[in-house]
């Protein structure tokens, strides 16, 4: 059982609205990422983090911004949701050190935007 | 965004049968990979993974295959049960450090 941690599962919301989606792990690892899965589709990498204080930008374009405040926790922010933002996001995590990256994901949280 | 409908390759067996799904990647750079399964609801969980100096890696009922001259990689699973049914994806990792690029899911259907 993965030890990374998604809040909420599920959330509708309407368009304007500000939303964060949580993200915790308890393996202590440095390196946290969410990826946007549209259904049916690929995973498309939105932020990064190696360790506290370090944000990156992923290869796919997003309005959500992210915090790593804390090793454990790395939440994502709209501040103003749309449709466009309906999707499924998954948030990983992976050892510390260099080299082979195994990923482990939480369940998800999965959007809609109305 | 929100997709209109599924993209995904769709491959059906029978329940017993074994089963091979196919992965195809362009950076010849790529030196680590791994099969995700997920499962509808839940998020991807890491099956096996083979690093660019092999060609060949196995586990309990699944085996992968590396073909880097074509940059091909397969995932294959021995008598193939109702529990593996799911979308398979493969993943690469390119040097150190960074996060996994996805490739488009194969969705496994096993039928009884």
């Known amino acids: 059982e993965a030890d990374i941690y998604q809040t909420p599962r599920y959330l509708v919301i309407g368009t304007g609205k500000k939303i964060t989606l949580e993200c915790s792990q308890t393996?202590?690892?440095?390196?946290m990422y969410w990826y946007q899965q549209d259904p049916g589709m690929e995973l498309h990498l939105i932020h990064y983090?190696?360790?506290?204080?370090?944000?990156e930008k992923g290869d796919l374009s997003s309005e959500s911004t992210v915090s790593r405040i804390r090793t454990e926790h790395f939440p994502l922010t709209l501040e103003s949701a749309r449709p466009s933002h309906t999707s499924q996001y998954l948030c990983?995590?992976?050892?510390?050190?260099?080299?082979?990256?195994?990923?482990?994901f939480g369940a998800g949280s999965r959007l809609t935007v109305l | 965004g929100e997709s209109v409908g599924l993209h995904l390759p769709t491959l059906s067996v029978q329940e017993g049968d074994n089963s091979i799904i196919n992965c195809a990647y362009s950076?010849?750079?790529?030196?680590?990979f791994i099969w995700y399964k997920q499962e509808s609801g839940k998020g991807p969980q890491f099956i096996i993974d083979?690093?660019?100096?092999?060609d060949k890696r196995q586990g309990q009922r699944v085996t992968v295959l590396l073909n880097k001259t074509v940059k091909h990689l397969s995932l294959q699973i021995a008598a193939t049960q109702p529990g593996d049914s799911a979308v398979y994806f493969c993943?690469?990792?390119?040097?150190?450090?960074?996060?996994?690029?996805f490739g488009k899911g194969t969705s496994l259907l096993v039928t009884p």
């Open positions: 990983a995590s992976s050892e510390p050190g260099t080299g082979a990256n195994v990923l482990t």
């Open positions: 393996m202590g690892h440095d390196k």
């Open positions: 983090s190696y360790g506290v204080n370090s944000t």
């Open positions: 950076n010849s750079a790529s030196d680590y």
């Open positions: 083979i690093r660019s100096n092999m």
């Open positions: 993943a690469e990792n390119i040097g150190s450090g960074y996060a996994l690029n």
